[in-house]
């Protein structure tokens, strides 16, 4: 039974109930991968599929990580305290499709691990990713209840490595990407949303004006750290691509960033509306008519 029940522990609540939440995002988790391998499987990821492999797993550990990070701002915006049942869940997810990308590239290779540990050492970017993949793997290993109650306030401090591990992950990203940073700004400038949202004040991250706020400050930051890529680390001449955020007719990065504020916007203002509706069903009086006394 205990075996049982440690094998479901990750769709059970702390009470050992059946969470379909938890269930739910556990099945959502599992998605990207199986994907990802059923196009290998098909013969759909072109004329290199394992190197598009390790590609897709290491863009889905970055999409991980920010979805981790964007739990907070979530609870907090959304006064959703069950999100928390899921962080774990989504941190080791995180650092298990970074394991993936990392077999996967030594598969590439081969399995030639003395050339796998010789290309890590040699290629700054590689260096970069494999420093961030430690890191992460760490902080999967620290997640059990264990290490939480042995490192006490500890745990907190070592957990704020995630912010280090994604500024990591943009940096390999940008670098492997080279000229070809779109999704790299975009998820950079996610980024930028999420910490510029934890350095508002407290008493302003619960409150539905915090993603108008910050929504030029994305779109700001995805403009300004592309220009710096391309200014700083290509021949590509940074100041068109400056230019080109400000026609709408060029969907550029910023762009997306900004599309992605206004979604967090709307579903913070839907979730609000629907429950004030709810609370206003609740208090109102009741509309059945009383019968008359004979």
Request: charged share 15%.
């Amino acid at each position: 039974m205990t075996a049982l029940r440690r094998l479901a522990s990750p769709v059970l609540t702390r009470g050992g109930r059946f969470s379909v939440f938890k269930a739910t995002t556990l099945g959502l988790i599992f998605i990207p991968g199986v994907w990802l391998l059923a196009q290998y499987l098909a013969g759909a990821l072109g004329a290199r599929p394992v190197l598009a492999l390790v590609h897709g797993f290491g863009l889905w550990t970055l999409r991980l990580l920010l979805i981790t990070l964007a739990l907070t701002p979530a609870r907090s915006l959304l006064n959703a305290a069950r999100l928390n049942l899921v962080r774990r869940m989504l941190g080791v997810a995180t650092a298990a499709y970074g394991g993936l990308h990392l077999a996967l590239y030594a598969a590439q290779q081969n399995w030639h691990l003395g050339h796998v540990a010789s290309e890590i050492w040699r290629r700054v970017y590689l260096t970069i990713g494999f420093g961030a993949l430690v890191l992460l793997l760490a902080l999967a290993a620290t997640s059990t209840d264990g290490m939480m109650r042995a490192l006490g306030r500890n745990w907190k401090r070592l957990h704020r490595l995630a912010y280090g591990i994604a500024v990591l992950g943009l940096v390999h990203y940008f670098m492997q990407a080279k000229a070809e940073v779109y999704e790299a700004a975009i998820a950079a400038g996610l980024f930028v949303w999420l910490m510029a949202w934890r350095a508002l004040p407290a008493a302003w991250r619960g409150k539905p004006v915090a993603p108008v706020i910050l929504l030029p400050v994305g779109m700001l930051g995805t403009a300004g750290l592309e220009y710096a890529w391309y200014a700083a680390a290509t021949r590509v001449t940074a100041g068109r691509v400056w230019a080109a955020n400000f026609h709408l007719t060029h969907w550029r990065p910023a762009i997306w960033t900004g599309l992605w504020g206004a979604a967090a916007l709307a579903v913070v203002v839907l979730v609000a509306a629907v429950r004030g509706w709810r609370r206003d069903r609740v208090a109102a009086p009741s509309a059945q008519p009383v019968a008359r006394m004979r």
